[in-house]
């Protein structure tokens, strides 16, 4: 891809840049000690690592685990937000598209806290204002009285036409699943717009996007066989991988797990993903498979960042890989605050 480029500079630069960051990351072995240890003990660790400067500056305000989960989301946020000023040219333009998602996630939680009755304090910790809706417009949405009133605040944003649809059914239901299914469907459909409009990159922006979707896809059909969820099968699929419309709804039909799995290899062509469902055949729980699901998802993403090493991929294996230090360092605090075990802590690390 460099050759393609006049001036490689800037990409080589923040390629290299993502690489470095990468390196800072938490590695496996230090998340394996830290089950061991209290969670004062984390807590110590955490403030030595790069997310000392956020509980430093929080630290007046809030404390325990409160702290952490706010220096956290601050830290990611303001992580995210560098990275979209450093990247150059058309990696900027996939980095925002990608980040996108943030929206999705954020709007999301403040529905559900809102009609939970949660405190606005407690919604705002875990917002991550990473995407096209910033701190100040989340602050906005938080204080509005009502769902219907938050969603029409978002009037003339993209996501205002299926949040408004999609909300009378919400509040009826009490579940958000429909509505956030729905949104994933429009963003990945606008992205995958976006990659194939003949746009510098698009193509490698668009390997990473369809395989995203099929492990989405993959992920809910095991959702289904877990939960008998009972909405149509098919209103759950996204389009834009592997997986047809027809295929999805045959094979949330076949009841036998071995069958399933023999049945989905036929369609799914990724090697790391056939290896992964050989050993699914066994009874797992859902959350084991989701796990398992996203390491498999983020090494296939490190693959095609090693392939592509001045592309949008290490950009987004960073972007991920920081993501999931931000989920594990949760998992870790909020287990310990439980007094899990800590072999059920383990199984909700993504490592």
Known sequence: MVAMMRNPAPYIYVCTRMRVRKAKLIPHEEY??????????ITRI????EYK???DELGTIFSGIDLIEVALSWNLAKEYQKIQEITPGTLKQFTQSYLRRWDIQNILIILRGRMQGEKLGKIKEIL???????RVILDRLLAEDSPERIVEALKGHRMYTVLSRELPGAKESGSFSRM????????????????????KGGKLFLEFIRFDIDIKNVKTLFRLRADTFEEDAQEMYITGGVLSSADFVNLNLIKDQIEFIDQLK????QKPLLTLLDELKNDKTGRDIEIKLTR????QMERLSKRHPFSIHPILVYLEK??????NLRALTRGKESKLPEEKISEYLVV
């Open 46 to 49: 955490i403030q030595e690592t």
């Open 296 to 299: 498999v998802q983020l090494e």
């Open 180 to 199: 956030e299914n729905e949104l994933y469907k429009q963003f990945f459909s606008e992205i995958i717009a976006e990659a194939e409009s003949g746009i």
């Open 32 to 41: 394996m000690r830290m089950l061991n240890m209290s969670l004062s003990e």
């Open 266 to 269: 036929v369609k799914i062509r």
């Open 53 to 55: 400067q956020e509980i």
């Open 128 to 134: 991550v204002p990473a995407g096209s809706l910033d």
């Open 322 to 327: 920081k993501k999931y230090e931000v989920f």
